[in-house]
C-alpha cells in the first residue's frame, strides 16, 4: 500500500490527464459537428465579401487563346497567321469594320464568329483588335 499522500498525488494526475484529455477530444467533436455550410445573413460579417462571378466581357486575348488559335496559329485553310505582319497588311489595310464585318459574319474558309459561338459582337471585335495590334 502506497502513503496516502502519494496515492492521491497520483489520483490528482491522473484526473488532471484525463481532463486534458477529454477537453481535447470535446473540442475534437464540435469541429466535426459544426454545420458544413453556414448560412451567412445580409448584415453578417460574412456578408459582406462580396461573391466573385466570372462575368462580363471576355478579353480579346482570351478568346484567340481559346477559339481563335486553332486556325490562326497554324495557318488552317489559309487562316492569316497570329504575327505575321506581310499577310496581315492587305487585311489590315481594308479597314477594322471590314474585318469585324469577316468575322461577324464570316469570310471564305472562316466560319461565322469565327467559330465562338458563344462570343458577343463587342467580344469578337475586342478579338480582331488584339489580332491587328500583333499583327502589324
Ligand atoms: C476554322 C478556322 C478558323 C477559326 C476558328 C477562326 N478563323 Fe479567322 N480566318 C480563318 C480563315 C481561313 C481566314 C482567311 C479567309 C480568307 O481570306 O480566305 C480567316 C480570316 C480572319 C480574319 C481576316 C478577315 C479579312 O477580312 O481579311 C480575321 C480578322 C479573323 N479571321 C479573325 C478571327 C477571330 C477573331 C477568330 C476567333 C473568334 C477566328 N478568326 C477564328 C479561319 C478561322
Request: some cysteine; aromatic content about 4%.
Amino acid at each position: 500500500m502506497l502513503p496516502k499522500h502519494i496515492t492521491l498525488a497520483l489520483v490528482s494526475l491522473v484526473l488532471l490527464v484525463s481532463t486534458i484529455a477529454f477537453a481535447a477530444v470535446k473540442d475534437e467533436i464540435s469541429a466535426r459537428v459544426a454545420p458544413v455550410g453556414s448560412l451567412c445573413m445580409s448584415g453578417d460579417e460574412c456578408a459582406a465579401a462580396p461573391i466573385v462571378v466570372a462575368s462580363g466581357p471576355r478579353s480579346g486575348e482570351d478568346i484567340y487563346n481559346s477559339k481563335c488559335i486553332a486556325c490562326h496559329s497554324s495557318g488552317a485553310a489559309g487562316a492569316p497567321k497570329l504575327g505575321d505582319t506581310g499577310v496581315w497588311a492587305p487585311r489590315i489595310d481594308k479597314g477594322i469594320d471590314e474585318l469585324y464585318a469577316s468575322v461577324l459574319n464570316g469570310f471564305k474558309g472562316m466560319p461565322a464568329k469565327g467559330l465562338c459561338m458563344d462570343c458577343s459582337d463587342d467580344e469578337l471585335k475586342a478579338t480582331v483588335d488584339y489580332m491587328v495590334i500583333k499583327s502589324q
